[in-house]
Nanobody, 123 residues
Framework: QVQLVESGGGLVQAGGSLRLSCAAS????????MGWFRQAPGKERAFVAM????????YYADSVKGRFTVSRDNAKNTVYLQMNSLKPEDTAVYYC????????????????WGQGTQVTVSS
């Protein structure tokens, strides 16, 4: 069993930055590929970014490429999402999750979701 706790969300003006954290329990965190998703009101949960267990490989949704950076610190059992040049359309609840294999864009291919952290970007 893995528990994930996201933090770092908040209210920020357009063009600003936030760094989200996802802290994981368990001694096998370093073996997990981790993903970030977001869900805006009335919309489906959408893929944002993924990072491999080693941190060597990262993937991004086209909508955030060049603005967001995913990273991890396996010694701290934590994965991060640095979000720069934020836009109002980035407003959503952001979740981290453990990828179990399959298609990285599909929420159903992830296990152990966190509770989410709200990000609100004002114009």
């Amino acid at each position: 069993q893995v528990q994930l706790v996201e933090s770092g969300g908040g209210l920020v003006q357009a063009g600003g930055s936030l760094r989200l954290s996802c802290a994981a329990s368990g001694r096998t965190f370093s073996t997990y590929t981790m993903g970030w998703f977001r869900q805006a009101p009335g919309k489906e949960r959408a893929f944002v970014a993924m990072i491999s267990w080693s941190g060597d490989s990262t993937y991004y949704a086209d909508s955030v490429k060049g603005r967001f950076t995913v990273s991890r610190d396996n010694a701290k059992n934590t994965v991060y999402l640095q979000m720069n040049s934020l836009k109002p359309e980035d407003t959503a609840v952001y979740y981290c999750a453990v990828f179990r294999g399959g298609n990285r864009y599909y929420p159903n291919d992830y296990d152990y979701w966190g509770q989410g952290t709200q990000v609100t970007v004002s114009s």
